[in-house]
């Protein structure tokens, strides 16, 4: 047994050799940089999309100050999907110990491990945007006596630091998507080797496609697209300050990633990446169907956010009329898009 004491505790750790430069997304870019130390260098669009990352959700009741929009599956799938489709060791910690949480992630962080975490973005110092969202993720590579240091998106600046204060209410926050004190690590599992990414590919696409086109609730998927189209005409009436309310929508859907084009944009480039890996074998063809729509329904989601920004900006509801429509345009391609990619099965 070790005789150290508290006194002998490192006064910090930082991890080098790790990329530092931030993605488009909160937990793929965690995912990158705990998965390139373990020896996986993957792109971010491969990544989502082995995550099957794609997905929607309109989420709107009297507790919220605005709808939300979510252009992806709920926080932490993305991770749990891609372990266990590549075969990966995935080691979740949570308790409900404030000490203990941060305990367990210095003992990875002094073993030379980063580590994942779930938390609540409005608590960090450098963080952009003061609005609360528990269900955000970043990789921890290091800390000192005072700050620890995270990997976060390019958009919050890549490599950053908060103190180490801020970084515990963050982590202990409550509320909607909230985790208790969530960590993780992830790494190959024996005997696994590299694999070929082939199947991985094929299963992840069918799976989302599945997924979407079969939502068990009408505000999820392909239903849910449509619910926000009907809904979206009514939200001058539902916001407190339209002028507000509405750039805030705007911001969140096509900056923040909750919708909007950023994830399209991300299943677009990883569907890419699948027709390389598939060149040659019939489902490269339905891959670049697929990925087709969701080139164009990326740029129709641009659209819906500047028509809700303008709408605010103006006070003129027509722009909202116009967002509704091109969302149901959107439903109809997206719908199109996975009924095609489900074919791979």
């Not at 963080?127 to 620890?148: C, I, M, T």
């Not at 202990?172 to 024996?190: D, I, K, L, N, Y």
């Not at 697929?290 to 920004?309: K, M, N, Y």
Request: glycine letters at 10%; one cysteine or more; charged letters at 25%.
């Amino acid at each position: 047994m070790s005789d150290r004491t508290e006194s002998d505790a490192p006064l910090g750790t930082i991890i080098d050799g790790l990329p530092t430069s931030g993605g488009s997304h909160c937990e793929t870019t965690a995912l990158g940089v705990l998965l390139a130390h373990a020896g996986l260098e993957l792109s971010e669009p491969m990544i989502f999309g082995l995550g099957s990352g794609l997905s929607f959700v309109y989420w709107d009741s009297k507790r919220q100050a605005v709808p939300f929009l979510g252009g992806r599956v709920k926080p932490f799938e993305i991770t749990r999907n891609l372990a266990r489709r590549l075969g990966w060791e995935l080691d979740v910690r949570e308790t409900t110990s404030a000490r203990r949480a941060w305990d367990q992630v210095r003992a990875r962080i002094d073993e030379g491990t980063p580590v994942g975490l779930q938390l609540d973005s409005h608590d960090l110092e450098y963080f952009g945007s003061r609005v609360h969202f528990a269900g955000h993720v970043v990789a921890l590579y290091g800390y000192d006596q005072e700050r620890a240091y995270l990997v976060d998106t390019a958009r919050q600046g890549g490599a950053v630091s908060t103190s180490l204060e801020s970084l515990a209410r963050a982590r202990a926050a409550r509320g909607p998507m909230a985790a208790r004190h969530r960590s993780f690590t992830v790494r190959e599992a024996a005997g696994t080797g590299p694999g070929e990414l082939v199947p991985a590919v094929v299963s992840a696409i069918t799976e989302c496609a599945e997924t979407f086109l079969t939502p068990p609730i009408a505000n999820l998927g392909n239903r849910g697209v449509r619910t926000a189209a009907r809904r979206l005409p009514s939200w001058f009436d539902r916001v407190e300050d339209p002028g507000r309310d509405l750039a805030l929508i705007a911001m969140l859907m096509e900056h923040a990633g909750t919708g909007g084009a950023l994830f399209r944009n991300l299943y677009r480039d990883f569907l890419t990446e699948c027709q390389g890996l598939l060149e040659g074998r019939p489902g490269g063809v339905l891959v670049g169907r697929g990925r087709d729509l969701f080139a164009e329904s990326a740029l129709l989601w641009t659209s819906v956010a500047e028509r809700v920004e303008y709408a605010g900006a103006t006070g003129r509801r027509e722009y909202l009329t116009e967002a509704s429509q091109l969302l149901e345009d959107i439903a109809e391609r997206e719908t199109a898009a996975m009924t095609v990619l489900r074919s791979l099965a």
